[in-house]
């Protein structure tokens, strides 16, 4: 059998790929009359190995959006939501982003993406001009680094560096109680991984300075198995361990360190254990790892949080996820901005929107603020506490002091550059 | 890289114990799967990319026997036997079509499968991470050998990794069936004209090849979270490890799966940014000196 087609674009295809190209950049999404629902579009994780984690963006977002169309509506207008699959792909985010925008009409965007696909669509979004709204992506630099920052563009979400600071002044608190002196570390051997882990390490450092980090582990992302990882710590003997695995790869070295006993031979600080994805899965969690919170519905312990975890629960049968409270509330404040600005422009939203402070079930203190300088949130409940085997499974956790994350944050922006 | 810490390691016999201990779980795991792979190879002469998805269902299996009969045994059973059903099946529905077809054609078959098993298994499961969890009668401190710290499910592991492969070595060796099976690796259109069903032979050797991967899956499920695409990554190695053992050659994929078990526990105390990058190098200088691999035959 012969084939005589010959493999790669043709010029007639590629003539009618320009062709669309320009098309879509004729027909700017500015120009449609506003129509009676305002769509917003949401490019997401939908599958692949991280496919839980979008599904339960989306789902926290219809949920809110039910709440909202139920009482009348952006400005009067019901929400449309289209959420589109970017399989965890940077330039496949890019591109359902694009879209979204110019051929489905789409006025506002929830950009669902994790911090390497955010990155894309923040360009998206400087490009086109429309509303967007991070709801993922937990990387500092998005909105510290002034190169970044655009009028438009806005993050929802925990930072890196906020969860550093806490992370490393709980742990310094907790070295210094126990004379925990000698660290190893074991993390992913990606941007995520090694930036998280140096932050850590950094502020640990700051309020235990005789801390040392004696062990180093940089297991690949997605590995299946760190026996060599866990025996190599156990050969280090330290007397505390910081990690910053997550979802599979943190239940596959809980399983694997378990056998090993690690759990008993020295201190585990896990800042990603406090997830349901992870603690609902190991089946023999070790009791007293100390981890960040991620989303718990006992943490902040108000009704409010309590209720809105139940009532997803209730719906999806399966409990949220740290990205589901995050896009819950990027929903919450839309709703809250085209209510002040009694419209669903997006200029006049995010002129709203910068310096915002609403009502919020994962607040702090029952509110969270949009901090109108570098766009990003603020005010979110943030803390440690250790693990126990089942509900609430994480029972005290230690607040974080935004004081002090704002001390620090300010100081570390101006080391970096940023100020 | 860390030499000190290496050559520290080789000084003192509780590491040495720990290590090695560790390298041989590694090894043992992938030699089950790298074996059926290089039988396969040998055998049916088709190199099977979709073994990982053996490795994925066995996991998948015996996860589900376990939540279903509280049972460790039945749980390795179901994996085990789930996929040596499930490989006589593969092999006689889908396989047997392309024997003799172009390399690129049965590349592409198998391709498509991993694609398809990743798929069945994310409709079955779901597409979200799951753990079996350890059986409680493993749920003990681990025993102390020499200062070294091992832990008795991985001698469990180690010991029904071991016995496969004496069974399988002695079986093909020596027992009738066993030498069928050589022979038809020989010279199929000889054994066929003796009489002996070769299609048969073939699909035994699939399904024993599928079940031997699925026994490393069952055997790993307890302490590896399982997803859709797990058996991925357990296919290069089993590759890496066909190749430095010699295709086709089960002495071979015993060494080799033990040596890249060993290179990893190792390396990752003396070259803790380098442990991959060594497993490579390892076989680029195997296939330099060697190119048939450390217990392959040279083509005739």
């Known amino acids: 059998m012969t084939r005589t087609r010959t493999p790669g674009i043709s010029r007639r295809s590629t003539l009618a790929l320009m062709g669309a190209g320009a098309m879509s950049v004729a027909a700017p999404w500015v120009a449609r009359a506003q129509a009676k629902t305002v769509k917003i579009g949401m490019p997401t994780i939908l599958s692949g190995r991280v496919a839980q984690l979008g599904t339960s963006s989306r789902n926290a977002v219809m949920l809110e959006v039910d709440k909202v169309n139920a009482a009348g509506g952006l400005a009067g207008r019901q929400i449309e939501m289209v959420v589109r699959d970017s399989k965890g792909q940077p330039q496949e985010a890019a591109r359902v982003a694009r879209e979204l925008v110019n051929t489905d009409g789409c006025e506002l965007l929830l950009d669902g993406e994790a911090s390497s696909g955010s990155f894309a669509v923040h360009e998206v979004a400087r490009d086109l001009g429309v509303l967007c709204i991070h709801t993922c992506s937990e990387a500092s630099s998005l909105t510290a680094d002034p190169k970044q920052h655009i009028p438009n563009a806005f993050r929802c979400v925990r930072q890196g560096i906020h969860d550093s600071i806490v992370g490393g002044s709980y742990a310094a608190a907790i070295s210094k109680a126990k004379g925990l002196k000698k660290w190893a570390t074991c993390s992913p051997d ?171 079930p994962f607040g702090a203190d029952g509110t969270v603020t949009m901090r109108g300088d570098d766009h990003t949130l603020v005010g979110y409940a943030i803390g440690w506490g250790t693990t126990i085997p089942q509900e609430p499974y994480v029972p005290e956790v230690k607040a974080g002091d935004w004081k002090t994350i704002f001390e620090l944050e300010a100081e570390w922006k101006k080391s970096k550059g940023y100020t | 890289m860390d030499l000190d810490a290496l050559t520290g390691c080789l000084s003192s016999s509780a590491c040495l114990v720990t290590q090695t201990t560790s390298g041989l779980i590694i090894g043992m795991l992938l030699f089950l799967v790298a074996v059926g792979l290089t039988l396969i190879f040998g055998v049916l002469k088709i190199v099977n990319f979709s073994h990982g998805a053996f490795y994925m269902f066995g996991a998948y299996f015996a996860m589900t026997a376990y939540h279903l009969t509280e049972s460790f045994a039945l749980a390795m059973l179901a994996g085990a036997a789930g996929t040596a059903i499930l490989g006589l099946i593969f092999e006689r529905v889908f396989m047997s079509r392309v024997y003799g077809a172009d390399v690129l054609m049965q590349l592409l078959v198998c391709y498509a499968f991993v694609l398809i098993f990743d798929d069945v298994v994310r409709l079955i499961w779901g597409p979200e991470f799951k753990s079996m969890g350890m059986p409680a009668a493993f749920q003990v401190m681990p025993l102390f050998i020499a200062g070294g710290v091992v832990p008795p499910y991985y001698l469990l592991l180690i010991g029904v990794a071991l016995v496969a492969a004496i069974v399988l070595g002695i079986g093909l060796s020596r027992s009738r069936i066993g030498k069928v099976i050589r022979a038809a690796a020989h010279n199929p259109g000889m054994v066929s004209a003796l009489g002996i069903n070769t299609g048969l032979i073939y699909g035994g050797v699939f399904a024993l090849g599928g079940m031997l991967a699925g026994l490393a899956g069952a055997l790993a499920a307890p302490v590896r979270s399982l997803t859709p695409g797990m058996g991925f990554s357990v296919l290069i190695e089993s590759f890496i490890v066909t190749v430095i053992g010699g295709m086709g050659s089960i002495v071979g994929a015993l060494v080799g799966a033990l040596l890249i078990g060993l290179i990893r526990s190792f390396g990752s105390l003396g070259f803790p940014l380098f442990t991959e990058g060594l497993m490579y190098l390892f076989m680029v200088i195997v296939l330099v000196s060697k190119p048939t691999g450390l217990f392959g035959k040279e083509a005739a």
């Open chain 1, 190 to 360: 990606y941007a995520y991984g090694r930036d998280t882990t140096g932050e850590f390490t950094l502020y640990l450092k700051r309020f235990a300075p005789d801390v040392e980090v004696i062990s180093e582990s940089w297991p690949k992302l997605f590995q299946p198995d760190y026996t060599e990882v866990v025996t190599k710590i156990l050969q280090a003997k330290p007397q505390a361990l910081y990690s910053c695995l997550w979802g599979g790869d943190l239940t596959s070295y809980i399983d694997q360190a378990n056998i090993y006993a690690m759990f008993t031979q020295m201190e585990v600080f896990a800042v990603n254990m406090a997830d349901y994805t992870a603690l609902t899965v190991v089946k023999n969690l070790p009791k007293g790892i100390h981890s960040g919170n991620r989303y718990i519905k006992t943490y902040p312990s108000t009704p409010e949080n309590a209720a809105w975890g139940d009532a997803y629960k209730a719906k999806y049968n399966e409990y949220p996820t740290n990205w589901s409270w995050q896009n819950a509330t990027a929903v919450m404040f839309l709703a809250e901005a085209a209510k002040k600005a009694n419209s669903t422009d997006g200029k006049k939203l995010a002129e709203v929107l910068a310096g915002l402070t609403i009502k919020c």
